[in-house]
């Protein structure tokens, strides 16, 4: 029954009572069904009904925007400045996507960055992202601020085909920036289910010199045998586990046993979302060497950064 309230029964299912569900209409609706079925995870069937149509129309709808974005530049990177916690100098930055929407204002990459995923689109705005940055990190290098490193945040659909690996080449190669500058930013979810494809290309790229490391550590996949398989540098504590200290003991535990068990497999430590002096306070004290957050600096625009630097560097 693809129709479960066709109960004004002339057949289209839409309760309305004028019998206009055609042969079109019925496809859409199976296939609405079919979708909904398939993000339920395969292997089930579900009925149609009018929100499901609403849903994709919406999603259609943002990815259309998306693509348009795209092409009319719509696109912007704020940037947050990475501290070296001893000495508080700006050490690097980490690029963030918001998308000015003419009709909506600024957008937080929270709202668009799933859809873009899901549809794919994630990989022509990854390797905008990747440019814009990596050509900005050049510009702040003309002005003096040499060797700064970028931290971009990738996602598991750009490694498909191994086209970030070469998105990676040719963008270090246009913009003269040193691969040990870049430092990609993957999450814990990526392996879920690492195929050999994805390995291997984190690996090619560790070859050339480019920095690896878990965003949000401590708050996804928990086994951490990943960590001796895979080329890590650095483990980004998620700000859930820094919010909390120096009182909850918990907390304070849990980020000193990651800098511990970093320090001890020869990898960096980056704390994020640091709010306080206390916790920076704290995390100095446990020797984690890098940091970013509100208390030190918000995501500011480029040219917001290049003043900051002119101070902080
Ligand atoms: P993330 O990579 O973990 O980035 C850190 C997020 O925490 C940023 O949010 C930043 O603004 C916020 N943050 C930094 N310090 C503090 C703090 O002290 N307090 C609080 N409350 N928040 C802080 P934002 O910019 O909204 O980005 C959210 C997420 O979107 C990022 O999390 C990242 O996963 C994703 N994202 C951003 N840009 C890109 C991109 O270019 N590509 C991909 N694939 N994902 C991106
Ligand atoms: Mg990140
Ligand atoms: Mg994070």
Redesign the pocket.
């Known amino acids: 029954a693809i129709y479960p309230d066709d109960d004004d029964g002339d057949g289209d299912g839409d309760g309305d009572g004028d019998g206009d569900g055609d042969g079109d209409n019925l496809l859409k609706y199976a296939d609405a069904a079919m979708y909904h079925a398939k993000e339920q995870g395969g292997n089930n069937y579900q009925l149609y009904n009018e929100n499901l149509t609403k849903q994709i129309q919406k999603r259609l709808n943002l990815e259309t925007r998306l693509r348009h974005a795209l092409k009319r530049d719509e696109f912007i990177l704020h940037y947050?400045p990475i501290f070296n916690i001893k000495d508080q100098k700006a050490i690097g930055v980490?690029?963030?996507?918001r998308w000015q929407d003419p009709e909506f204002g600024l957008v937080?990459?929270?709202k668009f960055?799933p859809h873009a995923e899901e549809s794919g689109l994630?990989v022509d705005i990854?390797d905008w992202?990747l440019k814009q940055a990596c050509h900005q990190i050049k510009e702040w290098e003309s002005q003096g601020f040499e060797n700064l490193h970028l931290a971009?945040?990738?996602?598991s659909k750009q490694f498909e085909h191994d086209r970030l690996f070469w998105s990676v080449i040719s963008t270090l190669k246009n913009s003269g920036m040193h691969a040990q500058q870049l430092e990609l930013?993957i999450t814990e979810r990526m392996f879920l289910n690492i195929s050999n494809t994805v390995s291997e290309s984190l690996d090619k790229l560790t070859d050339k010199g480019v920095k690896l490391s878990i965003?949000?550590f401590g708050t996804g996949y928990s086994s951490l045998s990943y960590l001796k398989q895979l080329p890590i540098d650095t483990l980004k504590i998620d700000?859930s586990f820094i919010m909390g200290i120096p009182e909850d003991q918990d907390d304070a535990q849990i980020a000193s046993t990651i800098i511990t068990m970093a320090h001890g497999l020869g990898m960096d430590v980056v704390a994020?979302?640091?709010?306080t002096e206390n916790q920076l306070q704290f995390l100095n004290n446990l020797n984690c060497r890098r940091g970013?957050?509100?208390?030190l600096s918000k995501?500011k625009s480029a040219e917001e950064i290049t003043e900051l630097l002119k101070t902080k560097f």
């Open positions: 947050q980490e690029a963030l996507i937080m990459p929270d960055i994630i990854g992202v971009v945040n990738v996602s930013e965003d949000d700000r994020e979302g640091i709010e970013q957050g509100y208390y995501p």
